[in-house]
């Protein structure tokens, strides 16, 4: 419980490492006397990092071994990072940290993928001189994406993929919003990877968060020519969000899309039509069935609406 005098012998510990990879007493002192000779401004990481740890002795919580922050210790010194720049006014504009210190976008796997890489580390030199059993580790994982992180690793090293497969998985499970929490990530790493869009807008449609699916549908259009479904998609969100004008809006961007398959179109249409009554426009909805009807005599929901409309 002599966290004072252990983080003395931590210190020492590291002041007497044979290969330096951490910065020394003598180093970080260099640096702080520096920083005041030129005015500079500096980050007190090796404060930031006790005063962040309960015993004040950073460890576990923060670190994934004898060198490299975990997530957790990274984002603290983004947000340390963030705030010098903030202070010393180095941005044009000014940028708050997230006050949650779990990082963002960083999902089961990317955990467990760190904790294999970790425990490889921590297996070898200058820990260890045998080979790495990966028989002696142990996951709180569930299996699923311990199989998925060791395909990752060890076979086809595709990050997105491997985001992409437990995704795919989760929606066969029926588990949208953990298949949301994938898709997100990927997107987030690979703005242009438009498969990724439309499988989290129909896993959100599922679960009915559709603020997902607007911001989905919004952050897509600028990566794709293929926009219509998009358009519609981002229309039923509104529509169930109750902004009405806005659903309007982009059912009729979606009308115009070229791509659409016949049965898209035909859907398309008649959800127009049904916003329009909504909005009290029957006039126009009833221009819109009767071309609808012309263009697809056979869809008998059209049929029977324009008919009761008349009527």
């Keep these: 419980g002599d966290t004072a005098t252990a983080f003395i012998s931590l210190s020492r510990a590291r002041n007497a490492d044979e290969v330096p990879f951490r910065a020394n007493t003598n180093m ?64 044009s504009t000014t940028s708050k940290s997230p006050s949650n210190m779990m990082p963002l976008y960083v999902t089961a796997l990317d955990w467990e993928i760190g904790s294999l890489r970790i425990f490889k580390l921590l297996n070898r030199w200058p820990f260890s001189n045998h080979n790495v059993d990966y028989s002696e580790y142990a996951s709180p994982q569930d299996s699923i994406v311990v199989e998925i992180a060791k395909n990752y690793l060890f076979d086809h090293a595709i990050w997105s993929k491997a985001h992409g497969d437990l995704g795919d998985h989760y929606v066969k499970v029926e588990d949208f919003g953990k298949a949301c929490e994938e898709y997100i990530a990927i997107i987030e790493m690979y703005p242009e990877y438009i498969e990724a869009y439309a499988k989290l807008v129909n896993c959100a449609m599922k679960i009915q968060q559709w603020d997902i699916v607007q911001l989905a549908c919004l952050k897509a259009l600028p990566h794709t020519d293929v926009k219509g479904m998009f358009y519609f998609n981002l229309a039923l969100s509104y529509r169930a969000t109750g902004e009405l004008k806005q659903a309007i809006t982009y059912t009729q961007k979606a009308i115009e899309a070229p791509e659409l398959t016949r049965t898209q179109s035909t ?41 009761k409309l008349k009527g």
């Excluded at 006397?33 to 923060?62: H, T, W, Y």
């Design 267 to 307: 859907n398309i249409y008649y959800s127009y039509a049904l916003l329009l009554l909504e909005a009290k426009k029957n006039m126009d909805a009833i221009i819109v069935l009767e071309a609808l009807v012309e263009a697809v005599p056979d869809f008998t929901l059209a049929q029977q609406l324009l008919q």
């Design 28 to 91: 970080n002192e260099i640096l702080h006397k520096k920083a005041l000779q030129f005015k500079l401004p500096i980050v007190d990481m090796e404060q930031a990092f006790r005063a962040a740890s309960p015993s004040g002795l950073p460890g576990n919580d923060l670190f994934c071994d004898h060198l490299h922050p975990n997530p957790i210790g990274y984002h603290l010194m983004a947000s340390h990072f963030l705030n010098a720049m903030n202070e010393a006014e180095l941005l």
